[in-house]
Nanobody, 120 residues
């Protein structure tokens, strides 16, 4: 059974920083794309950042220059460093991974979500 376990959410003032981490565990052959999504109250879930196994990254325009995604392929982990946080970054953040349980397969997994609150 594959699990994605997130950590690192919390409350911070505007301009502050938080670091989110996600670890994938279970019987995993390989992980292709890992990423972070977020969902604010009353809004749809949106992509924040994603990173391929080779290290190519993709960011939402709203977080470019403030957030950095990275991963450790050996540990099956992905990290989101969030700097210069704004109130509009407040949301539940979800880890996402496209996982090969065996060669050529592709399954999507989600973490349980971690709340990030940015306020005075």
């Amino acid at each position: 059974q594959v699990q994605l376990v997130e950590s690192g959410g919390g409350s911070v003032q505007p301009g502050g920083s938080l670091r989110l981490s996600c670890a994938a565990s279970g019987s995993i052959f390989s992980i292709n794309v890992m990423g972070w999504y977020r969902q604010a109250p009353g809004k749809e879930r949106e992509l924040v950042a994603a990173i391929t196994r080779g290290g190519s990254t993709n960011y939402a325009d709203s977080v470019k220059g403030r957030f950095t995604i990275s991963r450790d392929n050996a540990k099956n982990t992905v990290t989101l460093q969030m700097n210069s946080l704004k109130p509009e970054d407040t949301a539940v953040y979800y880890c996402n991974a496209q996982i090969e349980l065996y060669r050529g397969s592709s399954f999507e997994y989600w973490g349980q979500g971690t709340l990030v609150t940015v306020s005075e």
